[in-house]
């Protein structure tokens, strides 16, 4: 299947800092990726869809300012999360579809963030 | 929107027996059901599909059943072995559209 790689696999960040993570299609071009939370023991929340070369899409409750998304290229889109909290470490996950094939979602390795 | 529903949040078996988790949607314009599995720390990975056009599907010990018409699908695991233990998450869409996932089912396979 596609592969989608995602970068780092953990962070630990101080309150206050900012931390990026990057969301990369390896072997086809998203147009398109999707951005997920993930509490411990919970099902995986949408925060938004990435757009490539337009504004992110947010669900409703998130907040665009404190968590950028850029999807400057095919293969690539980010994550900012600004001036992070410790209400804010979680586990975030990015997935893609390979467009035009089919309705699988791949998902990213995920991204275990913790705030101190 | 759509809203999935996942029942039991938690299935606790014996090695080698079965293991049965539920799902209920309720677009009926759904037409896409996976299942994914996630082993702890790790990426949700699809175990197996479905779509609207067909009643069941079977993948060695796993299959997965839909009904159409009572909004429902179900994930049917056999000979459950230890490495089965995961969490497992049904989702539902309409096509290539965004998938919206259930709650998740802790599985826990007892050896």
């Known amino acids: 299947g596609a592969v989608v790689s995602q970068h780092p696999s953990w962070v630990i960040c101080k309150s206050g800092t900012s931390v990026k993570i990057e969301c990369r299609s390896l072997?086809?071009?998203?147009?398109?990726m999707f951005w997920y939370r993930q509490f411990p023991k919970q099902s995986l929340m949408l925060m938004a869809t990435?757009?490539?070369?337009?504004?992110?899409?947010?669900e409703q409750g998130v907040e665009k300012d404190k968590f950028l998304i850029n999807h400057a290229s095919l293969t690539l889109s980010t994550l900012t999360v600004t001036s992070a909290h410790p209400e804010d470490s979680s586990f975030y996950i990015c997935?893609?579809?390979?467009?035009?094939?089919?309705?699988?979602?791949?998902f990213g390795q995920g991204t275990r963030l913790t705030v101190v | 929107g759509e809203n999935v529903e996942q029942h039991p949040s938690t299935l606790s078996v014996q090695e080698g027996d079965s293991a049965v988790i539920k799902c209920t949607y309720s677009?009926?314009?759904?037409?896409?059901f996976p299942w994914y599995k996630q082993e702890l720390g790790k990426r949700p990975q699809l175990i197996i599909d479905?779509?609207?056009?067909?009643g069941e599907k079977k993948d060695q010990r796993i299959a997965v059943t839909l009904n159409k018409t009572a909004k429902h699908f179900s994930l049917h695991i056999t000979e459950t072995q230890p490495e089965d233990s995961a969490v497992y998450f049904c989702?539902?869409?309409?096509?290539?559209?965004?998938?919206?996932f259930g709650r998740g089912t802790s599985l826990i396979v007892h050896p």
């Open positions: 990435s757009n490539e070369g337009s504004k992110a899409t947010y």
């Open positions: 072997d086809f071009q998203a147009t398109t």
């Open positions: 677009d009926s314009a759904s037409n896409y």
């Open positions: 997935s893609a579809r390979v467009p035009g094939v089919g309705t699988e979602a791949f």
């Open positions: 989702a539902a869409s309409v096509g290539s559209y965004i998938p919206t």
């Open positions: 479905i779509r609207s056009n067909v």
